[in-house]
């Protein structure tokens, strides 16, 4: 990529909070494999980059490791219960652990933050009724970060962290 706009990771006072890396390559692979079945699903994700600051390898950051994201698996297994029109699955992702620097500020040598491995459990339930007023219409229940970790993303700052666990509800209506 030529002039990649990016964070200037090495941004102090009166200097811009973006740059351009003049020439910089990320190269990546994600594979994903699903199984279907009329009472079992699921799926097999794995994500991972790589990148090259090109015009600056002796920047802090050579490998872009301030700008990719950790290498992520995710598995997602469910059943369906189709007399009852229910759909019930867990989803786990595991985000590998991952080191970038940080420039010190005020002269400050660079410091490395590291986000630690993790492994966040969802889960969701689904019903969708076939018959009568309600048919078309789907009810879905879901719990992110089951288990409430305290954790935070490669690309987040020290001081940021994932919102804790939560309960989201939807309500969907075909027509």
């Excluded at 090259?52 to 059943?79: F, M, Q, V, W």
């Amino acid at each position: 990529m030529d002039d990649l706009i990016v964070s200037n990771s090495a941004a102090g006072a009166g200097n811009p909070t973006r740059t351009n890396l003049d020439d910089a390559s990320i190269t990546g692979l994600e594979l994903e494999g699903s199984y279907e079945a009329d009472r079992l699903f699921g799926s097999l994700a794995v994500t991972i980059q790589t990148g090259d600051d090109i015009s600056d390898p002796g920047s802090i950051n050579p490998a872009l490791e301030d700008r990719i994201p950790a290498d992520t698996i995710t598995l997602l297994l469910g059943t369906r219960l189709p007399t009852r029109n229910l759909e019930l699955g867990w989803e786990g992702t595991y985000y590998f652990e991952k080191t970038r620097a940080q420039a010190g500020f005020g002269g400050a040598p660079p410091t490395n933050i590291t986000a630690d491995s993790n492994l966040i459990h969802d889960v969701f339930a689904t019903w969708t009724p076939d018959q009568g007023v309600l048919r078309g219409t789907e009810f879905r229940v879901g719990v992110t970060n089951l288990l409430d970790t305290d954790y935070r993303t490669h690309l987040q700052s020290e001081a940021v962290r994932r919102s804790g666990r939560s309960i989201n509800i939807s309500l969907r209506r075909t027509f």
